[in-house]
């Protein structure tokens, strides 16, 4: 079975910039999620998608943060523009059906913010 | 928001020793979860254990689930260098069924 793939797995931009980061879930799980981890600190939950539908976005900063996931499969996560504070890992995770399933994380972006 | 808290925050421990780390919550959950996560491969599922559950094995790790004190443990048995990695919890809440975690517990196995 193939994993969570993200790409890309490094990014450095400078800060006003725009990046996007790209996300394939593994084959047949509803529920896709996007975290921000900051080095020394556990994931912060920032979208978590059922389908392609958005069952939670409250802490996505909204003015520079945007997500999508069409057609329920992939999704991309973009920032624009970007602050010297999203300097931080990027983690994708999907699992069958929500939060009462174990998620399966992609390696992750590690997005440097200069 | 995080409301699960790692104690302690970092662990240091010979290999072959017992390893213990804690969880506690604040809010009502259906399931709680332990993740590990190292250099080399990334976030990993260990084991979910659900609020009608008292405890659950998985090859050496046991997990321990009081739903009255609000908190679950995590037993590492016979530890090894493969198992120095930061371990996380994450609870499922009743309320939002959103996955919440803490801060994690950074576990250093010296050989």
């Not at chain 2, 009255?68 to 809440?93: E, N, V, W």
Request: charged content about 20%; some cysteine.
């Amino acid at each position: 079975e193939a994993g969570v793939a993200q790409s890309p797995r490094y990014k450095i931009i400078e800060k006003r910039q725009s990046v996007a980061f790209w996300c394939n879930p593994i084959s047949g799980h509803a529920t896709l999620y996007w975290y921000q981890q900051i080095l020394g600190q556990g994931p912060k939950l920032l979208i978590q998608f059922q389908n392609n539908g958005v069952v939670d976005d409250s802490q996505l900063p909204k003015d520079r943060f945007s997500a999508e996931r069409l057609k329920g499969v992939d999704s991309t996560l973009k920032i624009q523009p970007a602050k010297l504070e999203d300097s931080a890992v990027y983690l994708c995770a999907s699992s069958l059906a929500g939060a009462a399933y174990e998620q399966y994380f992609g390696p992750g972006t590690r997005l440097t913010v200069t | 928001s995080q409301q699960g808290e790692e104690d302690p925050q970092a662990l240091s421990i010979q290999e072959g020793e017992n390893a213990t780390m804690n969880c506690s919550y604040k809010t009502s959950i259906n399931n709680l979860q332990w993740y590990r996560q190292n250099s080399g491969r990334g976030l990993v599922h260990l084991i979910l254990i659900r609020s009608n559950e008292r405890e659950k094995h998985s090859g050496r790790l046991r997990v321990t689930l009081d739903t009255s004190k609000k908190s679950s443990s995590l037993l590492i048995t016979a530890s090894r260098a493969a198992d120095t990695a930061s371990y996380f919890c994450a609870t499922d809440d009743v309320s939002n069924y959103q996955l919440i975690w803490g801060a994690g517990t950074k576990l250093i196995i010296k050989p």
